[in-house]
């Protein structure tokens, strides 16, 4: 068996959660590989909504494993939230979720430097969510970093000693004001250690492998989206990870000869939270109307998302980093009552146009639209794609056409009920 993929290619958001929730039934395995709790996959059945952060989101379903990846950092105070939240549901993650030995821990002064680091940037800042994720990834790079494996060593105190150390210097360096009640915190973050302890620490590399070699299926979640990849996202406003396949096999442990499928998760227009570039963005009432209809406010932080236009040169450029084998279309139920919808299909730079992403995507991008009418129905009343109005299906057929690869199933709206899948 492959390893299959499923990832976003936009700036996240795309509706990850929801479309893992509906295939984990296809597989036996669901692994997060990247991203920590910047992270926000919704998924929704029987009327009520979940948000998970770092848990992959197949766990709802208590007969598949669960596995965070050693590409992931982890809070375990969130974990240890989400793990409470569960419970009280009445599931047992202890049964169907491992984690990884090598996945590395967010400190609470990870997110502390987080916060200096963005205030220094003022008007430049990145729009972080302020979860330690960069100043986290950076200790991984520089080998300064704290894994689960670390946590039952017995130099466990004195390794933390050193990071706690290095990281208070630098913060009253910067003259930042460290919080008063810090014992309170840090209590807080040992005690939640214990709760990772309650879990299988796995060696996930051998663990995946095993699977794949016993003809089992596991599917790799990604977080966040491919606009926001540390190398090929509108850097320097990106998050600190590799979110693209490529990122599956290093936050897993797999080779790329053993992936199979590469599951793109499409939103049928662009939204983006924080900072930095959004060709497409719409700034005017139908921007509004997108993000009111699509109810685009944070799953993490509750801000406001900016809304825009579908960008097919930011799509395809996706496509290929990614080896897309086949997409998922979200929220197109979004406009069901829009009169004219549009799409990108070319930037304008000065005189030029082009279909290419720029490496310098903040330059003055004019976007090139293609105007489609819209289809007037409510999608989400729809069980097969033959029903879908003609309109829409003329709407699918251009993207599909202009990316070169065919969207399998459309989700037509939050609930795990509502989903068209092609034949
Ligand atoms: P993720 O980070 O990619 O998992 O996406 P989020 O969960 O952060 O954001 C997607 C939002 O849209 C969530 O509130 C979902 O419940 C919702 N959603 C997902 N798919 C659809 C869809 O097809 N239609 C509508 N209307 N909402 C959807
Ligand atoms: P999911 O998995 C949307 C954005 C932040 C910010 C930038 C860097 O739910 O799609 P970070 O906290 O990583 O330092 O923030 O990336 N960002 C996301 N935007 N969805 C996400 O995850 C995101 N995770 C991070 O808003 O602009
Ligand atoms: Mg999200």
Same mark, same amino acid.
């Given at each position: ?61 208590? &007969? ?49 430097? &987080? ?31 704290? *894994? ?8 466990? /105190? ?44 796995? &060696? ?67 939204? *983006? ?9 719409? /700034? ?5 109307? /997108? *993000? ?16 825009? +236009? ?64 819209? +289809? ?48």
């Amino acid at each position: 068996m492959k390893l299959d993929i499923l990832l976003g290619l936009q700036w996240g958001d795309e509706g990850k959660g929801k479309v893992v929730d509906v295939l984990t039934p296809h597989y036996d395995v669901i692994a997060r590989f990247q991203g920590g709790p910047n992270a926000g996959h919704s998924l929704e059945f029987n009327g009520i909504k979940h948000v998970l952060h770092i848990i992959p989101s197949g766990i709802f379903h208590p &007969d598949k494993i669960n596995i965070i990846g050693n590409g992931v950092v982890i809070d375990p105070v969130t974990f240890k939230k989400e793990i409470e939240a569960l419970e009280k549901m009445g599931l047992h993650p202890t049964e169907n979720l491992f984690i990884s030995k090598k996945a590395h821990l967010i400190l609470p002064t990870h997110k502390w430097i &987080d916060a200096m680091l963005e205030a220094q940037k003022g008007e430049e800042k990145i729009g972080s969510t302020l979860k330690g994720i960069g100043p986290t990834y950076t200790d991984k790079i520089a080998r300064n970093g704290f *894994r689960v494996c670390n946590i039952t060593a017995p130099d466990f /105190l004195d390794k933390f000693a050193v990071i706690f150390k290095q990281h208070t210097d630098l913060l009253i360096k910067n003259a930042y004001q460290l919080q008063d009640d810090m014992t309170t915190v840090f209590t807080e973050w040992f005690d939640a250690l214990q709760t990772i302890l309650r879990f299988k620490l796995i &060696d996930n590399e051998y663990e995946i492998n095993d699977y794949l070699k016993a003809g089992k299926k596991v599917l790799a979640e990604g977080a966040q989206g491919t606009l926001l990849d540390i190398d090929f996202g509108s850097y320097p406003f990106v998050t600190s990870s590799t979110t693209v396949a490529a990122g599956a096999c290093t936050g897993l442990g797999v080779a790329p000869n053993q992936t199979g499928r590469v599951i793109g998760i499409v939103k049928a227009y662009c939204t *983006r939270v924080g900072s930095g570039p959004f060709p497409t963005e719409l /700034l005017d009432e139908t921007g509004e109307l /997108l *993000r009111t209809q699509g109810h685009e406010f944070g799953s993490t932080t509750g801000r406001a998302r900016r809304c825009g +236009w579908l960008d097919l040169v930011a799509l395809k450029y996706a496509i290929m980093i990614n080896g897309v084998t086949e997409m998922v279309l979200t929220k197109a139920d979004v406009m069901d009552n829009f009169e004219t919808i549009k799409i990108c299909t070319e930037y304008q730079i000065g005189k030029e146009t082009t279909d290419r992403f720029p490496a310098e995507i903040d330059t003055e991008i004019t976007p090139v639209y293609k105007e489609f009418k819209g +289809w007037k129905e409510n999608l989400s009343l729809e069980k097969y794609y033959e029903n879908l109005p003609q309109a829409f299906k003329e709407y699918v057929a251009f993207i599909e056409k202009e990316t070169g690869v065919a969207i399998r199933m459309i989700s037509t709206g939050p609930d795990r009920s509502q989903t068209i899948i092609r034949a």
